[in-house]
């Protein structure tokens, strides 16, 4: 199998789009962790992504903004709302990189639940906060439905200097296009595009986070390995697409 390579900035493959939406304010911290540790947790048809012989695991606070289907407009209210994820890496037997999100947790209540039941995501729906204060971001989450109710994370991060050339590690864990997920006995594939990265140092002040162990993985041991910021990108999704069965 012949597995694509690393690329911050690809074509568009899609031929049309089912979902577009901004991501902004973006802070990713990631922990290395042992590929034997996360392959259980992947759907069946995939394995983990490596770099170097290291799989991770990555904890990601945002802004979605302007969600919205095709070409239309963004859906008012709903469409915009903060966002927590826990993701792994993945790739599957026809070579797509992409992600695997062990939770989702939104501060909209209908998003949670439409996509629960389109794609089977783990979306849950969290009371959450992100607060801008000159360089300082802060993110905060309290886990509403279904649980475990109370589950809760902040993180604070100092925004540094833009980053002019990503090491190999940080094009690894951001250019990602597309996710995986089972959903009604399929594992399938989800398309998305949006531009390059543009990435700055960022410098991690505080962490008391419970969304990673509840996620069903182990809690992480030391520093981050990596500790990213982004303003963001506007971001389109194709239709998703069922891997195929192996032989």
Do not use: K
């Amino acid at each position: 199998m012949q597995i694509e390579p690393v690329d911050p900035a690809p074509v568009p493959t899609f031929p049309r789009t089912l979902l577009r939406q901004r991501w902004a304010d973006l802070t990713f911290l990631h922990w290395a962790v042992a590929p034997e540790l996360v392959a259980p947790l992947l759907p069946a048809g995939t394995r983990p992504d490596t770099l170097d012989g290291t799989s991770h695991v990555g904890l990601i606070g945002f802004r979605m903004v302007g969600l919205g289907l095709g070409r239309g407009p963004a859906i008012p209210y709903l469409g915009t709302f903060w966002e927590t994820n826990v993701r792994l890496y993945s790739v599957d037997q026809a070579g797509r990189r992409a992600v695997v999100f062990r939770s989702l947790d939104a501060s909209r209540l209908i998003p949670v639940l439409v996509a629960r039941i389109t794609l089977r995501l783990p979306y849950l729906w969290s009371a959450m906060r992100l607060d801008h204060d000159g360089d300082l971001r802060s993110y905060r989450c309290r886990r509403r439905w279904p649980g475990p109710v109370g589950t809760t994370s902040r993180m604070v991060v100092r925004v540094g200097a833009p980053i002019r050339r990503p090491t190999p590690l940080e094009h690894f864990l951001t250019a990602r296009w597309g996710l995986h997920t089972r959903a009604y006995g399929r594992t399938r594939h989800l398309p998305n595009w949006h531009p390059q990265w543009p990435l700055h140092r960022a410098e991690l002040l505080h962490l008391d986070d419970e969304l990673v162990t509840a996620a069903g993985l182990p809690t992480p041991t030391g520093p981050p390995v990596s500790v990213l910021y982004s303003p963001g990108v506007p971001v389109r999704f194709g239709p998703p697409a069922a891997l195929r069965r192996p032989r």
